[in-house]
Structures are given as C-alpha cells and as structure tokens.
Nanobody
Framework: QVQLVESGGGLVQAGGSLRLSCAAS????????MGWYRQAPGKQRELVAH???????TYADSVKGRFTISRDNAKKTVYLQMGSLKPEDTAVYYC??????????WGQGTQVTVSS
C-alpha cells in the first residue's frame, strides 16, 4: 500500500517558478508510470506531465517548454519543476502513480496559485 504525499505548492507571481514534490512511502518501482494532474474550479482535470519507469516523458501542450518532470529513485520522489508560470496554471495539482492492472494511487493535492 504505497502512499503519495505532495508538497511545494504556494502563491507566486506570473513569470515565477515553483517546484512540486511527490514522495512515495513505499517502493517507487511498484509504479509503471507516474504523473502530475491538475484541476481548476469549473474545468476538466487534465494530465500535466507523465514519466514512465524507463524515463520517457509526456507533457500537455499548454506546459511544454515551461514544465519539467523528473524523478529521484533513491529519494522515492517525483518532481515537477514549473517555470514561466501563468495565471491559467492556477489549480490543485495531484500526483498519480499507475500500477499494473490500471491501479491508481493519488496524493491529496497541493494548491498552486499564480497572480497577475
């Protein structure tokens, strides 16, 4: 029963940077892929970035060139480095881990607010 805990959210000005962390309590290799999702009030939940256990990454078009997903297996942590932040990036960000059999584990979320 792996658990995920997000941290690093906060209030920043447009153009600023922020790094989110997602720490796993168990073996991170239990996941075949991990990703960051976000949801703003009244909007669809969307995939922001995704990384597989071989290091392949995927990004939403809206964040390409601005966000970078990475992982540190020794620390059992996945990161989302966010730069050139825009007000439309404001949302609750959730960490997700996908296991075989389409079994998902979700963190509780961390709020990111970008002011203009």
């Amino acid at each position: 029963q792996v658990q995920l805990v997000e941290s690093g959210g906060g209030l920043v000005q447009a153009g600023g940077s922020l790094r989110l962390s997602c720490a796993a309590s168990g073996d991170i290799f239990a996941f075949v892929a991990m990703g960051w999702y976000r949801q703003a009030p009244g909007k669809q939940r969307e995939l922001v970035a995704h990384i597989t256990n071989d290091g392949s990454t995927t990004y939403a078009d809206s964040v390409k060139g601005r966000f970078t997903i990475s992982r540190d297996n020794a620390k059992k942590t996945v990161y989302l480095q966010m730069g050139s932040l825009k007000p439309e990036d404001t949302a609750v960000y959730y960490c997700n881990g996908r296991r075989l059999g389409r079994i998902d584990t979700w963190g509780q979320g961390t709020q990111v607010t970008v002011s203009s």
